[in-house]
């Protein structure tokens, strides 16, 4: 079965660092992986995905995902944090039933 | 506006009273799909739809849960004697294309259920 995890519960990082939000994927066959964001009291928002092609995926706001198969791991990227990157991070892959799973989310804290 | 919304935003029940969740998807979308977020989890699937059909409904927990789109836009989740686990809150999304990866889908603010 498709599962993904999110391995960092709270992800902690300072303005203007790079950051990285951790996710590992298990699947049968080619994965499609997605990043979605979600801030408070407002639902979750589309970052990026995944379904073929390069490794490395740009998506809003300047983040950035790399596949890496061998690893089997889609980490969400930016190069310089901002304080109002502070929210909620959900990794997920589509499964072959045609749904999306999604990990237990990383809460990513970007303190000035 | 352009993006889903959702009605209630905040709905509170008494145990064993029912409730009815509204979502409005964004205007011709064919898909429409329903989650379910307990409190620090990510969202699990309920249900799905593709225009009025209920094509996917593995995810309802039991047969409290129901769901329509009888016209193929605004969809219903409907709870009946709804229980305290039922505390959480319900996404509704949906997607201009029938259900594939390459398409995202978007998101509603959702519903919070609280079940006293």
């Known amino acids: 079965a498709q599962s993904v995890a999110q391995p960092e519960d709270q992800v902690n990082v300072a303005e203007g660092n790079p950051l990285t939000v951790k996710c590992t994927y298990s699947?049968?066959?080619?994965?499609?992986l997605f990043w979605y964001v979600q801030y408070p009291n407002r639902g979750l928002q589309f970052l990026l995905k995944?379904?073929?092609?390069?490794?490395l995926v740009k998506g809003s706001y300047g983040f950035e995902a790399e596949f890496n198969k061998s690893q089997t791991s889609f980490h969400l990227k930016k190069p310089s944090a901002l304080v109002s990157d502070s929210a909620l991070y959900f990794c997920?892959?589509?499964?072959?039933?045609?749904?999306?799973?999604f990990g237990q989310g990383t809460e990513l804290s970007v303190k000035p | 506006g352009a993006g889903v919304s959702q009605s209630p935003r905040y709905k509170v029940a008494k145990r064993g009273q029912d409730v009815a969740l509204r979502c409005d998807p964004i205007?011709?979308?064919?898909?429409l799909f329903w989650y379910q977020q307990a409190l620090g989890q990510g969202p699990e699937f309920l249900t799905y739809?593709?225009?009025?059909?209920?094509?996917?409904k593995s995810g309802l927990p039991s047969d409290r849960f129901f769901a329509e789109r009888p016209e193929g836009s605004v969809s219903t989740l409907k709870i009946q004697r709804t229980q305290q686990e039922d505390s959480a809150v319900y996404l509704c999304?949906?997607?201009?294309?029938?259900?594939?990866?390459?398409?995202?889908?978007?998101f509603g603010p959702g519903t919070r259920l609280t079940v006293l």
């Open positions: 999304a949906s997607s201009s294309k029938p259900r594939v990866p390459s398409h995202e889908q978007f």
């Open positions: 699947v049968s066959g080619n994965p499609y």
């Open positions: 995944y379904i073929t092609g390069d490794n």
């Open positions: 997920a892959v589509w499964n072959q039933g045609g749904k999306l799973i």
């Open positions: 205007s011709g979308h064919v898909s």
């Open positions: 739809f593709q225009n009025e059909a209920q094509l996917d």
